[in-house]
C-alpha cells in the first residue's frame, strides 16, 4: 500500500514545541516504552531502522507486554510513566486506555484504534488536544461490511458466531453496530464472549451447541495472539472465519476484511519520529485508514468445500490459492 494514499485529506499543520517528557540526560538516547505483545512490534521497529534510529545507540525500546491479560496493562502503563520514557506506544484500545490514564504529560501513540472518539481517548480526530494521538483502523465503521461480505460469499448462512472481548472498549463499541447490522441482513448474531485465552477450548464447545455457520474475529489482541488455536477449531469443524487482519487468511482463515497492521505500526514510528523532533502530540492529527483489503483464502473454501462467488472473488485484493 502506497504510505502517502494511507491518508485522506489531512492537511492540519503540526504545531512544534518543547515536550517536557522529552527531556532526558546529556548523552542519554530517548526511550520508547511498547506496551502490549512483543510479537506485533516488527513492522514499528522496521519502520524507526529506516527512519535513521538504531536501538542500543540513537534510541531504547522498553517493552511491556501483558500476553493477554488486560488487568495488568494499568501497572505496565505506570512503570512506563515512572521510568519516563519519551514516548508510550500502545497497541490496541486496551493498552491506549491505560496509557492515557497513567499519565498526561508522556505523549502516548495509540496504533490500531476502534474509535478513538467513542472510547474517549482524544476529543477530537483533527487535534485530539492532549497527550494521545496516532491512528485507527476504522473498526465500527467498517463492521457491517464486513459482515455483508461474508453473506455474499456464502449465501446460506443464518447464524454468524460473533467472538469478541468485553473488556475491549473497541469492542464494546461495535458490538452495537455488528447487532444493527445483522438485523438488517437477516442473519442472527451468536455472541461469543472470550477475554482470556484460558477460555477458548471451554467457550467454543458452548458455541457450538448453537450451530453456527460462520465465526466473526475482531482484532482484538488476545485473539490474534491465539488465532491458530481459533481457526484450526473453526476448520475442524467446517466453519468460515471473517477476520479484520490479512495475516489470518494466511494463518488458514477463509476471508479478512480490514486496514494493513503493517502499515498501521509502521505510520506509529513516524508518529514517534515527529514527537522526538519536537512537534506536541495535541496537534498531530489522528490518521485513518482510506485503504481497505478484502483477502481469500480459495484454500481454505476448498477444504470447507465452500465455493466463493465470481463477485467476491473480482472484489478481492489478494487471493491465496
Not at 485529506?9 to 522529552?22: D, I, K, R, V
Amino acid at each position: 500500500m502506497n504510505r502517502r494514499a494511507f491518508v485522506g485529506g489531512l492537511t492540519w499543520t503540526l504545531a512544534a514545541g518543547p515536550l517536557e517528557a522529552a527531556t532526558q540526560p546529556t548523552g542519554r538516547p530517548p526511550r520508547i516504552g511498547l506496551l502490549d505483545y512483543t510479537v506485533f512490534w516488527t513492522p514499528f521497529i522496521q519502520e524507526l531502522r529506516d527512519l535513521g534510529y538504531v536501538e542500543g545507540q540513537s534510541i531504547a525500546l522498553e517493552y511491556r507486554p501483558s500476553d493477554g491479560q488486560y488487568e495488568k496493562l494499568p501497572a505496565l502503563a505506570r512503570e512506563l510513566a515512572r521510568i519516563n520514557v519519551n514516548v508510550i506506544v500502545a497497541c490496541g484500545t486496551p493498552a491506549t486506555l491505560a496509557a492515557k490514564q497513567a499519565t498526561t504529560t508522556i505523549p502516548v501513540v495509540m496504533v490500531a484504534i476502534g474509535d478513538p472518539l467513542k472510547t474517549g481517548l482524544v476529543v477530537s480526530l483533527a487535534r485530539p488536544g492532549g497527550n494521545v494521538t496516532g491512528n485507527t483502523m476504522l473498526g465500527p465503521e467498517i463492521s457491517t461490511k464486513r459482515l455483508a461480505l461474508l453473506i455474499e460469499a456464502i449465501p446460506k448462512v443464518s447464524r454468524i458466531a460473533y467472538l469478541w472481548n468485553p473488556r475491549n472498549a473497541s469492542n464494546e463499541v461495535s458490538i452495537h453496530v455488528m447487532q444493527d447490522g445483522a438485523r438488517a441482513l437477516g442473519v442472527t448474531l451468536q455472541l461469543v464472549e472470550v477475554s482470556n485465552p484460558n477460555q477458548l477450548d471451554g467457550t467454543f464447545t458452548t458455541m457450538m451447541r448453537q450451530h453456527p455457520d460462520a465465526l466473526l474475529v475482531t482484532g482484538d489482541l488476545m485473539h490474534q495472539v491465539h488465532f491458530t488455536q481459533i481457526v484450526n477449531f473453526a476448520n475442524r469443524n467446517r466453519i468460515p472465519t471473517m477476520s479484520q487482519i490479512r495475516d489470518d487468511v494466511e494463518a488458514g482463515g477463509l476471508m479478512s476484511y480490514g486496514a494493513s497492521r503493517t502499515e498501521l505500526l509502521r505510520r506509529a514510528a513516524i508518529y514517534v519520529d515527529k514527537i522526538l523532533k519536537g512537534t506536541t502530540p495535541a496537534n498531530l492529527p489522528v490518521e485513518q485508514p482510506t485503504k481497505f483489503e478484502l483477502v481469500i483464502n480459495k484454500k481454505t473454501a476448498q477444504a470447507l468445500g465452500l465455493t466463493i462467488p465470481q463477485s467476491i472473488l473480482l472484489q478481492a485484493d489478494h487471493v491465496i490459492e
